[in-house]
Nanobody, 119 residues
Framework: QVQLVESGGGLVQAGGSLRLSCAAS?????????MAWFRQAPGKERETVAR????????WYADPVKGRFTISRDNAKSTVTLQMNSLKPEDTAVYYC???????????WGQGTQVTVSS
């Protein structure tokens, strides 16, 4: 069974940076072929922020975060990281780590970590 545990959230001023980490246990090629970060702000639908494939050679970013966020993974350490720079108040949300075999259909989810960006 895959377990995903996020860390690194917190309160930061606009323009600042945060680094989110997701520790994945029980991962293999099929359960964690792709890993992704989602976020959900109050009153809004959950949205995909970024995702990365098994080798790390293929990444995708939502338009609002392109050029500011970077996703990476270390399969040897079973971790995926989201480096968030130039944060904006609209980045405030609960951020979730997810994994699965098929893009768009994550099977495993973390519990989420709160990111709050003050103006």
């Amino acid at each position: 069974q895959v377990q995903l545990v996020e860390s690194g959230g917190g309160l930061v001023q606009a323009g600042g940076s945060l680094r989110l980490s997701c520790a994945a246990s029980g991962c293999n090629y099929f359960s964690c072929y792709f890993m992704a970060w989602f976020r959900q702000a109050p009153g809004k639908e959950r949205e995909t922020v970024a995702r990365i494939n098994w080798s790390g050679g293929n990444t995708w970013y939502a338009d609002p975060v392109k050029g500011r966020f970077t996703i990476s993974r270390d399969n040897a350490k079973s971790t995926v990281t989201l480096q968030m720079n130039s944060l904006k108040p609209e980045d405030t949300a609960v951020y979730y780590c997810a994994s699965g075999l098929r893009v768009g259909a994550p099977k495993y989810w973390g519990q989420g970590t709160q990111v709050t960006v003050s103006s």
